[in-house]
């Protein structure tokens, strides 16, 4: 569905963002506007709301087992 792959392009955006990857590299890997990228790195970063950071973790433990 189309709110998966959003959803799933907002996730790599993230994981992305956590490693220090810059805008122009992020759009070129994952195709994300620019104005998304913004949005998910101030909910990554700004904003009280921990959501990226979770799924993030929760998947980096699972491709650690």
Same mark, same amino acid.
């Given at each position: 569905?189309?709110?998966?792959?959003?959803?799933?392009?907002?996730? +790599?955006?993230?994981?992305?963002? %956590?490693?220090?990857? +810059?805008?122009? #590299?992020?759009?070129?890997? %994952?195709?994300?506007? %620019?104005?998304?990228?913004?949005?998910?790195?101030?909910?990554?970063?700004?904003?009280?709301?921990?959501?990226? %950071?979770?799924?993030?973790?929760?998947?980096?433990?699972? #491709?650690?087992?």
């Amino acid at each position: 569905s189309p709110e998966l792959k959003a959803m799933s392009q907002r996730l +790599v955006v993230a994981k992305m963002l %956590t490693e220090k990857k +810059v805008y122009s #590299e992020i759009v070129k890997e %994952t195709g994300a506007s %620019t104005a998304t990228i913004s949005r998910v790195k101030r909910a990554l970063f700004d904003n009280d709301t921990y959501g990226y %950071t979770l799924v993030l973790d929760k998947i980096a433990k699972e #491709e650690n087992k």
